[in-house]
Each structure stands twice: as structure tokens, then as C-alpha cells.
T-cell receptor
Framework: AQSVTQLDSHVSVSEGTPVLLRCNYS??????LFWYVQHPNKGLQLLLK??????LVKGINGFEAEFKKSETSFHLTKPSAHMSDAAEYFC???????????FGPGTSLSVLT | DSGVTQTPKHLITATGQRVTLRCSPR?????VYWYQQSLDQGLQFLIQ???????AKGNILERFSAQQFPDLHSELNLSSLELGDSALYFC??????????????FGPGTRLTVL
């Protein structure tokens, strides 16, 4: 079975500073990994996904994530935070024909002026 | 806008009642997934349909059922509602059947409040 741990339930950064949202996963098989963002009262939007190609994945809005198999991690980063990045971020692990998407508990990102 | 539509946006009902949530997938997508998002349980996968057939089941209660119709829209039926069923219900769709690697596109959700 798969599982996801998001190490921080809440992260605060100042506008213009780097963002790091941490995600560790557990999977018996080669996983696919995703990051989704949920703005208040909105649905979930895909930021990026990893499916066994390049380990450094670039997504929308300047976000990227690096798959590190040895550390079972898939941390999300952005060089410079913007006010519009304030939202809830979910790390997701999945395997083919498995339990489908398994969501992490989410990390709430606040961006301070 | 993901292209996935859900109706209604909000639903308020009483305990013991039955409701139906509706989802239309993106054009061309054959799979539909249902999720429940609540404060205590987080986001949980309920069930997946592919081209009209049930493909995978998650933490779906026996009081809940779903189906996917020939035009590929899906309905989630919740019956004998309890206070704890109050949550945001999301529908997602994807092109294929490979729930693992297919990107899922999410609708805006239906907020269910059970009083």
C-alpha cells in the first residue's frame, strides 16, 4: 500500500523568498507522484507530476519538484513566493491499478507581505 | 477551469435523507473518480468508473453508491445521511483507465451540509 507524509501542516514565507514544501512517500512499487494546489473554495489544480522520466519536474507557476528515490521524497520548491501562491498544497502518490490516488494531509502555505 | 463540472455547488439537507451529486467529465475522458474531503479525514478516494464500469473502490460506505451513464456523466448517491457525511465531494476525470499514472482533473466540488 502507498502512503504520503507531508512534514509541515503549515508553512509561512515572505513574498519574494523561496518556498519549500516537503513530501515523503511510501510505495511498494514504482510510484507516480503529483502535487496539486487548492485555493480557498476552489477545486484542485495539478501543479506537476512525476512518472519515472526526468527526476526534476517543472510545473506551472514556477514550481518544480525533485524525485529522490533514495530519500523517498518529492519536495516542492519555488524560488520566489508570490501572494497568489497562498493555498493548500497536496502531495499525491499512486501506482498503476492500485489504490488510485493517495493524498497527503496537505500543507497550508501563507505568503506574508 | 479544468473542464469537469459538478452540480450542485452547495447542498443542505437533513439527517436520514438521500441526495444525488452529479459530475460531467472533461470531453474525451472515460474515467470518473469520486473523492470526499473532510477536516478530520482529509481527501479520500471513494470510487472510480471507467467507461460505465466500476474499476476501483476506496473508502466508500455501503450507504453510498455511484454509477456512470452511457454519456459518461456520473452520479454519486448518498443515502441515510448522517452529520458526519458533511464534506466537500470532488469529482475528477482522466483519459484512461490507468488510475495510477493518468493525470486526474478535478471539478470545483459539491459542498454537502447535513443538519
Amino acid at each position: 500500500a502507498q502512503s504520503v507524509t507531508q512534514l509541515d501542516s503549515h508553512v509561512s514565507v515572505s513574498e519574494g523568498t523561496p518556498v519549500l514544501l516537503r513530501c515523503n512517500y511510501s510505495s511498494s512499487y514504482s510510484p507516480s507522484l503529483f502535487w496539486y494546489v487548492q485555493h480557498p473554495n476552489k477545486g484542485l489544480q495539478l501543479l506537476l507530476k512525476y512518472t519515472s522520466a526526468a527526476t526534476l519536474v517543472k510545473g506551472i507557476n514556477g514550481f518544480e519538484a525533485e524525485f529522490k528515490k533514495s530519500e523517498t521524497s518529492f519536495h516542492l520548491t519555488k524560488p520566489s513566493a508570490h501572494m497568489s501562491d497562498a493555498a493548500e498544497y497536496f502531495c499525491v502518490v499512486s501506482v498503476d491499478y492500485g489504490q488510485n490516488f493517495v493524498f497527503g494531509p496537505g500543507t497550508s502555505l501563507s505568503v506574508l507581505t | 477551469d479544468s473542464g469537469v463540472t459538478q452540480t450542485p455547488k452547495h447542498l443542505i439537507t437533513a439527517t436520514g435523507q438521500r441526495v444525488t451529486l452529479r459530475c460531467s467529465p472533461r470531453s474525451g475522458d472515460l474515467s470518473v473518480y469520486w473523492y470526499q474531503q473532510s477536516l478530520d479525514q482529509g481527501l479520500q478516494f471513494l470510487i472510480q468508473y471507467y467507461n460505465g464500469e466500476e474499476r476501483a473502490k476506496g473508502n466508500i460506505l455501503e450507504r453510498f453508491s455511484a454509477q456512470q451513464f452511457p454519456d459518461l456523466h456520473s452520479e454519486l448517491n448518498l443515502s441515510s445521511l448522517e452529520l458526519g457525511d458533511s464534506a466537500l465531494y470532488f469529482c475528477a476525470s482522466s483519459v484512461g483507465n490507468r488510475g495510477g499514472t493518468d493525470t486526474q482533473y478535478f471539478g470545483p466540488g459539491t459542498r454537502l451540509t447535513v443538519l
